[in-house]
């Protein structure tokens, strides 16, 4: 069954449903931060009264969250600027977040040859919440 949402009906850059349903996710996991109305503001680059910070331990969740919101936005053309800005304002550079978006899929890293990285059973809950909430089958 296909659960693919089509986000482009708004002119937020990501839709407050799926704003919402990663607030949900995220709140107190991966982020700190206040009212979901502010995570909602923050991740459509306005204004917000409180502060969005990564909690410690979780870049490589929240990269990976990062990079399928950003295939997901209502404005596909505002892609690199809202991820560039999501980055920044997430105190996450880009080597990093490049080097590890894909952690929590158990991809193999190419500088240690076979080796897998990310299965824990947390990564494999994380990811599976975050594709639900996007709409990925």
């Not at 709140?27 to 503001?41: E, I, L, P, T, Y």
């Not at 209502?74 to 690199?80: L, V």
């Not at 996450?92 to 299965?119: F, N």
Request: with cysteine.
């Amino acid at each position: 069954m296909n659960n693919h949402v089509d986000y482009s009906l708004t002119d937020d850059i990501v839709d407050v449903e799926l704003s919402s349903r990663i607030y949900k996710i995220c709140r107190n996991r991966q982020f700190r931060c206040g009212r979901g109305s502010d995570f909602v503001a923050f991740v459509n680059l306005e204004e917000h009264d409180t502060d969005v910070s990564v909690i410690q331990g979780e870049k490589s969740r929240v990269c990976y969250m990062l990079y399928q919101v950003s295939c997901h936005l209502n404005q596909p053309s505002r892609r690199e600027e809202w991820l560039t800005a999501m980055l920044d304002m997430l105190h996450i550079e880009l080597t990093h977040y490049k080097a590890h978006y894909m952690d929590v899929c158990g991809v193999k890293h190419r500088r240690e040859g076979s080796h897998v990285r990310g299965l824990s059973k947390e990564n494999k809950i994380f990811r599976q919440q975050i594709d639900d909430a996007i709409g990925i089958s």
